[in-house]
Structures are given as C-alpha cells and as structure tokens.
C-alpha cells in the first residue's frame, strides 16, 4: 500500500500570501495518478487538480499542481479567504488508492 | 448539473443492519463508476470501494472487503452501502462520490462530483 505524508500539518498564512502544500509518497506513484481534495468543515470534498497538474473544472488558476514520482506539491499563488480549508492528496495508480492525512490551512 | 443525493443520518446500536443510498441525477448513472469514501469524524479519508452501475462489477479496498457490501440499481440510478452487523467503530461520515474512472481489470480514477455525505453513528 502507498502511503501518502503531507506536510505540513497545519499551515499559517494570510490572504495574499502565497501557500505550498507538500504531498510525498512511500513509493512512486505510477504515471503521476496523483489528485487534490479540498474540504471546508461540514463539506464534502472538491476535487480541485487531478493527473498531478490538471485543474478540475471551474477551478481558478491561482491552484496549480505539480510533481511526479514520490513528490508532489499544491501551490496556491494568492490566498483568498474561501481557501482556508483542509487539503488532501490522493494517489489513484496503485491499488488500495490511498488518501494522505491531510494539511490544514488556516488563517494568521 | 451533476448531483448525488445521499441519505440522511442514522443512528444504530452495534449488530444491526444498515444500508446507506447515494441517488445520482444529471449524468448517464450506469455509465460511470460510483464509490465510497468514509470519514471518522476529525479524521482523513479512506477509499472504500466503487461500483460500476451499468452491470454492477465492484471492487473493494482490502481494508473494507468482507465487512462492507456495495452495490447499485441503475433503474433508479442509486449506489448502496451496506452493514450485515454494524460496529462502534463503523462510525463515521461516508460520502459516495463518482469517480472518472479508467482501465478494465484494474480500475483507476479519481472523484470529480461528491454526495453531501451520511453521518452513521454506531453506539448502544
């Protein structure tokens, strides 16, 4: 089973700021079958990238992904305030697909 | 507009049986994978299992086979999950979501459209 580390577990920022969220995983995560959860309390998840560096649809540009391998990491280019959330990554290239534990971004 | 509705919270005394729904509307139901996520609550993600409502193929996680049952009826475009004999520590928030899947024998994707999940509380 792959298991997925994100770092770091909780992350202070203000909006404006600029967010990097790390995902590494125990083994390589064949051909980058990696996504990005966003979860605001008492809401499901949204996907918001997918294939490591795709947005989901209706996603704003200031998410990117990128990555491949064992390291991947979210990038957010300029906090707003609805992008206070939990963030999870999850790897679909290996069976059971597996969730990180998440990185919780909050406000400073 | 893509839309899964889940049923609503249960609350259950250990042994009992369960079954959760997950009604899918404004996409072809039977063409696309459906799957199920659970969450203990304050806790992360763990992916269950999906199942393939056109001719109800299903695949489970190893952590989850033999203790949950997935299921579909793609004349009513809804997914099921469910319990023979709960326990304490089923509880938690499970979400269908439906999964962009790829792949014949080996099923791969990921969850682009998300059911508002069902809090199942298991306690005696």
């Known amino acids: 089973e792959i298991v997925l580390t994100q770092s770091p577990g909780t992350l202070s920022l203000s909006p404006g700021e600029r967010a990097t969220l790390s995902c590494r995983a125990s083994?390589?995560?064949?051909?980058?079958?990696l996504a990005w959860y966003q979860q605001k309390p008492g809401q499901a998840p949204r996907l918001l990238i997918y294939?490591?560096?795709s947005r989901a649809t209706g996603i704003p540009d200031r998410f990117s992904g990128s990555g491949s391998g064992t390291d991947f990491t979210l990038s957010i280019s300029r906090l707003e305030p609805e992008d206070f959330a939990v963030y999870y990554c999850?790897?679909?290239?290996?069976?059971?697909?597996?969730f990180g534990q998440g990185t919780k971004l909050e406000i400073k | 507009e893509v839309q899964l509705l889940q049923s609503g919270a249960e609350v259950k005394k250990p042994g009992e049986f369960l079954k959760i729904s997950c009604k899918g509307s404004?996409?072809?139901?039977?063409?696309?994978?459906i799957g199920w996520v659970r969450q203990i609550p304050g806790k992360g993600l763990e992916w269950m299992g999906i199942?393939?409502?056109?001719?109800?193929?299903?695949r489970y996680s190893p952590s989850f086979q033999g203790q949950v049952t997935i299921s579909a009826d793609k004349s009513i475009s809804t997914a099921y999950l469910r319990w023979n004999s709960l326990k304490a520590s089923d509880t938690g928030i499970y979400y269908c979501?439906?999964?962009?899947?790829?792949?014949?024998?080996?099923?791969?994707?990921?969850?682009?459209?998300w059911g508002q999940g069902t809090l199942v509380t298991v306690s005696s």
């Open positions: 404004g996409y072809s139901f039977p063409s696309d994978w």
């Open positions: 083994q390589s995560v064949g051909s980058s079958y």
């Open positions: 294939g490591a560096s």
């Open positions: 999850q790897q679909y290239g290996s069976s059971p697909y597996t």
């Open positions: 199942v393939y409502p056109g001719d109800s193929d299903t």
């Open positions: 979501a439906r999964l962009r899947g790829f792949g014949g024998v080996i099923v791969q994707g990921y969850f682009d459209y």
